[in-house]
């Protein structure tokens, strides 16, 4: 990572889907697919599928804050997920596919409280907002054949439609 570029942390479903729709911004120079927010050191997508580690599949996001800002990158995890519905998007269910931004800075974590904030007060959603706000802990980057799936496969299956709940 250079000194010029950030990260960002967000969980928000099956990753195949939330990779994909990060990757297409300008700004993102990289993203890496894996598992955080466990207690299980080097899981598999095995080991996350258990429900034993408690790791949530999650994406890594290396972005240039002069050219996308963290409050857009949040525009995007708000609008690709429906962050009011506990361990699951759409078909997906289990503690792994829970909604979540785990913050790498004091910033990140305060943009975030406002954000979410303003979007419960907002009336988008009818139900109460979900989405966990947590320090970034460890990132284990998931098994290659996860990595840029929708890119290497043209597409897939993952849910990415808040508003068909």
């Known amino acids: 990572m250079s000194?010029?570029?950030?990260?960002?942390?967000?969980?928000?479903g099956c990753f195949w889907g939330v990779e994909e729709a990060?990757?297409?911004?300008k700004g993102v120079n990289s993203t890496m697919v894996g598992y955080t927010g466990g207690k299980f050191e080097n899981?598999?997508?095995?080991?996350?599928?258990s429900h034993n580690t408690g790791h949530?599949?999650?994406?890594?996001?290396?972005?240039?804050p002069t050219q996308v800002s963290y409050e857009k990158l949040?525009?995007?995890?708000?609008?690709?997920?429906?962050?009011?519905?506990?361990?699951?998007q759409g078909p997906d269910i289990g503690s792994q596919y829970r909604s979540m931004i785990a913050f790498h800075?004091?910033?990140?974590?305060?943009?975030?409280?406002?954000?979410?904030?303003?979007?419960?007060?907002?009336?988008r959603f009818k139900n109460k907002i979900v989405t966990e706000i947590v320090p970034a802990s460890t990132f284990y980057k998931a098994e290659e054949y996860h990595q840029k799936y929708y890119m290497k496969m043209g597409g897939g299956?993952?849910?990415?439609?808040?508003?068909?709940e």
Not at 105 to 123: D, F, W
């Open 3 to 12: 000194k010029n570029t950030r990260l960002a942390t967000f969980a928000a």
């Open 43 to 49: 899981p598999t997508y095995h080991d996350v599928c």
């Open 105 to 123: 800075t004091p910033e990140q974590e305060q943009i975030a409280r406002n954000s979410k904030e303003v979007l419960e007060k907002s009336g």
């Open 56 to 64: 949530a599949e999650a994406i890594q996001v290396e972005y240039d």
């Open 157 to 164: 299956s993952c849910y990415t439609d808040p508003m068909m």
């Open 74 to 88: 949040l525009e995007v995890f708000w609008s690709i997920h429906n962050p009011t519905t506990l361990n699951r």
């Open 22 to 25: 990060f990757r297409q911004i």
